[in-house]
Structure formats: structure tokens, C-alpha cells
């Protein structure tokens, strides 16, 4: 089994798909001057052709903080404002429940809205599911607790096309994947990008191991573009974005505009999150105790993430499949922590 790299994270990363907590990996841990580790080991699959370099991730639940950076170049320009309520953008809305809800408490897992209700069960349309997403129980008053809700995601995008008149996969490829060169990375890969995917699900739902099309199932009942979900990268375009994020975002947002969206919002509440990403929570951070009181980062469910520690001006991507064949297990939790020690004892930078 080829793998790039030599130092520490290859080697425990090739010790998990030893262990068959996923069959392919991929990393870098960086500075905003380039990565001072990376590389990739196992196969596409467990019957596939070894990595090379050149794969398409699904991103999962890390699409959230990109689809946020466009959100946010979107109030640098004043289309759209933190306080600006669901009911403003969204007609059907208002008079609801939802009505009142800002984009901060969206951004900020702090809308009351449930997080991972399985809603393409009984909704297989868009329309259906957008409609069960509008009726949707809060179970808690808006600003009270970090509820982490891929639905209040879903809202937050439809608020972006709303407001622009662009749908959601324009908005990133423009002011996310555009200013950082990101050419390998958007929503729905095509027939070239699906023949680079890595293998994810043997899905129950689908009945077949899916490749090139999202996992998230509610995602995939939207069409495959939405705002909680989504999103297939490169390693190298990972990189791009981690790089941009270690030295301040300039290339995206204005610095006043990249610390408010990195900064902790919630620490009067039991979780840590700033607007559309985690923080690094006092106990139990998904990313260990390595990375400082003032990293951030994104995590998601295929077995990916993003973290970034100004404290050091230091990023660390990990990108698996852990889900394939089975979401069943939970060798990640472990792994990503590891891995995440071994970034910060990383010489340089």
C-alpha cells in the first residue's frame, strides 16, 4: 500500500485504513506560506484503484463554512446583514416561527431548529422537503442553545439565492472557489469529477455504494446543491482554502469581516461555534486538546475536516471516507484526534 508522505500522519493515517476505519485518506498541515506535510494513502474504494492525488472528497458537512465564507462576502457587500430575518428574504415564512430568525442564529447553530432530522424519508422531492423543512418544530426559543441543525443550513442557502437572485452553487464557485483558485471543488461532479470520487456509502436508501453524488440523503433529495451539504473537493483545493484561512482570509472577506466570522459567539452557551463554523470547544472538541482556545475548523460526517489555529497561523486537512461501506463505527473520532496532535508537533511554520 503506496502512501505519500513519511513523517507521523502518514503513518498513523495508513494505520487506519489498516484498521479499516476508511480505505483512503488524505491530508496537509500547512501555513499560508504551503503545506509542511501531505499526502494521501489506501484506494477509492476497497476493490479501487490506489490514490494518486487527484481525488474528489465529498466534503460533507464542511461545505457549511464554505457555503458561510460566501454568505459573508455577501454582507461585505451589504446584500446581505447579520440581523436580517428569515421572514425578510423568505416570503412563505413569514408569519411562522421562523419568521424571526436571523442569520445569526443560523450561522451560529443557535436557531432553535433540529439538526439531523431525516426528512427525505417521507419528503422525495425537493418541494416536499423544503416544505417539511418550513414546518419544522424549533425545539428551543431562538439565541438559547447551540443546536447543531443542517436545516437551519438549507435556510440559510435558500436565503443567499433569495437575496441575490443567484442559486447557491454560483454564489461559492464566485466568491469562495473563484478568488482562491479552487477549480476542482463545487457541487454535482460531473462525469470526469465522478470518475476521480472517492467512495462513500453502500446506501441502504439508494441501494448501491455511492460515488460522485452527495451521501447527505436530504441533500441529495435537493438535487445535490445545498448549503448544509454537498460540496466535492480536491486535496490540493483544500489546501487553497486552508492556506487563505491560515493567513487571514484576505483573498475572501474584509479582516474585520474574517474576525467576526472566526471568532467565538456562543461561549455563554455549553458549545463554542463562531458564524458557520466550530470553535474548539472546553471539552470534548472533535480535534483534540492540540489546537488552541482560538482555533476553528469544520468536521463532517464522510470523515473530513478543516481546522485552522491563528495562534500558530497553522491548518490541518484530513479527508476520508469512513463511511464507506458502512456509517456504522466510530474508529474516526479517534483517528482525528490523532492526527490533529501530530499537525501541531509538525516542525516549521
Avoid at 454582507?75 to 415564512?93: F, N
Avoid at 422537503?129 to 447551540?146: N, Q, S, Y
Wanted: contains cysteine; neutral net charge.
Amino acid at each position: 500500500m503506496s502512501a505519500a508522505g513519511t513523517g507521523r500522519p502518514a503513518a498513523l493515517l495508513t494505520a487506519g485504513r489498516e484498521r479499516r476505519v476508511y480505505s483512503a485518506a488524505a491530508w496537509s498541515v500547512g501555513t499560508a506560506e504551503g503545506p509542511l506535510d501531505r499526502g494521501w494513502t489506501g484506494t477509492r474504494s476497497w476493490t479501487g484503484p490506489e490514490l494518486d492525488g487527484s481525488e474528489l472528497w465529498d466534503l460533507a458537512s464542511v461545505t457549511k463554512p464554505v457555503a458561510g465564507l460566501a454568505v459573508m462576502a455577501l454582507a461585505d457587500t451589504g446584500t446581505l446583514a447579520l440581523d436580517d430575518t428569515v421572514g425578510t428574504h423568505l416570503p412563505e415564512y413569514r408569519g411562522g416561527d421562523k419568521a424571526g430568525l436571523t442569520l445569526h442564529h443560523l450561522l451560529t447553530h443557535t436557531s432553535g431548529l433540529p439538526g439531523g432530522v431525516p426528512l427525505y424519508r417521507e419528503n422525495p422531492t425537493r418541494a416536499t422537503l423544503l416544505d417539511a423543512v418550513r414546518k419544522l418544530p424549533p425545539t428551543a426559543p431562538p439565541g438559547t442553545r447551540v443546536q447543531y441543525s443542517s436545516q437551519g443550513f438549507i435556510l440559510l442557502g435558500l436565503i443567499a439565492e433569495a437575496a441575490t437572485g443567484r442559486p447557491l452553487d454560483r454564489l461559492v464557485a464566485e466568491l469562495v472557489c473563484a478568488p482562491l483558485g479552487m477549480a476542482d471543488t463545487g457541487f454535482i461532479p460531473g462525469p470526469a469529477g465522478r470518475t476521480r470520487a472517492v467512495s462513500t456509502e453502500d446506501c441502504p436508501w439508494r441501494g448501491r455504494v455511492v460515488t460522485g453524488e452527495v451521501h447527505d440523503e436530504n441533500a441529495a433529495v435537493l438535487g445535490g446543491v445545498a448549503a448544509h451539504a454537498g460540496l466535492f473537493a480536491s486535496l490540493g483545493d483544500m489546501e487553497r482554502l486552508g492556506r487563505s484561512l491560515a493567513g487571514g482570509g484576505r483573498e475572501l472577506l474584509r479582516p474585520a469581516t474574517f474576525a467576526l466570522m472566526t471568532a467565538a459567539r456562543t461561549d455563554r452557551l455549553a458549545l463554542r461555534r463562531g458564524l458557520a463554523w466550530q470553535g474548539q470547544d472546553r471539552a470534548g472538541s472533535p480535534v483534540g486538546d492540540s489546537f488552541g482556545p482560538a482555533s476553528y475548523g469544520h468536521t463532517g460526517f464522510t470523515g473530513t475536516s478543516l481546522w485552522v489555529d491563528p495562534a500558530t497561523g497553522r491548518y490541518a486537512v484530513l479527508l476520508t471516507n469512513r463511511v464507506h461501506p458502512s456509517r456504522e463505527g466510530d474508529g474516526i473520532a479517534a483517528v482525528r484526534r490523532a492526527f490533529h496532535d501530530a499537525a501541531q508537533a509538525l516542525g516549521g511554520g
